[in-house]
């Protein structure tokens, strides 16, 4: 069983930036593309950003480009998304996700196996 654990969110002002964290722990696994939803109260969930876990590949909606980057450190089983010059609508409840298989087209919430129960991100304006 995959377990993951979001940390890192809280409240910041807009233009600020915050470093999101996502533990993973309880089964090893390769070619997991890990990614990053969030949801704000009445909306879906979207899709922000996605990497492969060995192959270093990453993905962002349009949105989110040139002010997110996700990273990862596999020695310690962590994935992390850094944002910046955050806005009041990346106001969000942020989930980190993984897709068990290879880099192929991971975007939608269905594509995705394992889920952590989210950080709150609060943008002030």
């Known amino acids: 069983q995959v377990q993951l654990v979001e940390s890192g969110g809280g409240l910041v002002q807009a233009g600020g930036s915050l470093r999101l964290s996502c533990a993973a722990s309880g089964r090893t696994f390769t070619n997991a593309v890990m990614g990053w939803f969030r949801q704000a109260p009445g909306k879906e969930r979207a899709f922000v950003a996605r990497?492969?876990?060995?192959?270093?590949?990453?993905d962002y909606t349009n949105s989110v480009k040139g002010r997110f980057t996700i990273s990862r450190d596999n020695a310690k089983n962590m994935v992390y998304l850094r944002m910046n010059s955050l806005k009041p609508e990346d106001t969000a409840v942020y989930y980190c996700a993984a897709a068990l298989g290879p880099w192929a087209n991971q975007k939608t919430v269905s594509d995705y196996n394992y889920w952590g129960k989210g950080t709150l991100v609060t943008v002030s304006s």
């Open positions: 990497i492969s876990w060995s192959g270093g590949l990453t």
